[in-house]
């Protein structure tokens, strides 16, 4: 440790060595037996091992790191993969169509939850890492801080967020951690996630145009739908988020393609 203003509670405090920007339990099928993730450059054909994902040194002090945000993760952890465990977490699937699956999550805890996917925004925008470098929401940051740091969220119309989930035609979802682009010049006022087989969307200004809210919206009801896509339809949006088309061809296995 070393001392420094922690970026959360802005105290002058002993920072620790390593932060994660996107915590460990959302890499769980994109590590290799050896515990290495591959980074896929989207752009060219090179590729970069990471051992322990992403990460900063000195940029939190030990209670926002463990206490605050680790609240966060434990719970998201639990509801990503242990949902029998938070007492009453309900998950039903529905399928609409043969690329088209509805996962309908009742009883999560909207505050937690959400808190959860706004720390990743946020965190990704404080990064030092070249990773997140196209990451820029200063105009949101000191709301975003003050929403973790006192566990308090702003009027439910803003931030509303959506998860949706590509699969890989055998149902596994894909394994996919793109470098996010986010900021307020894009046309499009959503900041976009994909990490593994989930896409996380956050909307940084309220009636934002973006086709899944409100129906696959995070409700205050403590409830969400989460669409499974697959095939054409998990292409259609991954090249709809700018993902090149031999990445989608391939994650899809709409045709034939290698990366």
Not at 189 to 210: D, M, P, Q
Not at 215 to 228: A, G, H, Q
Request: aromatic content about 12%; charged content about 20%; glycine content about 6%.
């Amino acid at each position: 440790m070393k001392n420094g203003i922690c970026k959360l509670c802005l105290g002058e405090k002993p920072l620790i060595g390593k932060s994660h920007i996107y915590p460990q339990f959302l890499y769980q099928g994109v590590f290799d037996e050896t515990n290495r993730t591959v980074l896929q450059h989207l752009k060219n054909d090179g590729h970069q091992f990471f051992q322990t994902g992403f990460y900063d040194k000195y940029i939190l002090c030990e209670r926002c790191d463990n206490i605050i945000l680790g609240s966060l993760e434990r719970y998201a952890a639990l509801v990503f993969y242990n949902p029998h465990t938070t007492n009453s977490i309900s998950i039903t699937e529905t399928r609409e169509r043969k690329d088209l699956t509805v996962m309908n999550v009742q009883n999560i805890d909207y505050k937690k939850f959400k808190l959860f996917v706004l720390s990743l925004l946020w965190r990704a925008h404080i990064s030092t890492n070249g990773f997140f470098k196209e990451v820029e929401v200063s105009q949101i940051e000191p709301q975003l801080r003050s929403m973790l740091f006192n566990n308090d969220l702003a009027d439910d119309k803003d931030f509303q967020l959506s998860i949706t989930r590509i699969d890989r035609p055998n149902g596994a979802a894909i394994d996919i951690i793109p470098n996010p682009k986010v900021n307020f010049k894009q046309k499009l006022k959503v900041a976009i996630f994909i990490i593994g087989g989930l896409v996380y969307a956050i909307e940084l200004e309220r009636n934002s145009g973006f086709s899944f809210f409100p129906d696959f919206s995070l409700k205050p009801t403590n409830e969400i739908l989460i669409p499974r896509l697959s095939h054409g339809t998990a292409r259609a949006y991954l090249k709809a988020l700018g993902i090149p088309d031999k990445h989608a061809n391939y994650f899809s296995g709409t045709k034939q393609s290698s990366i």
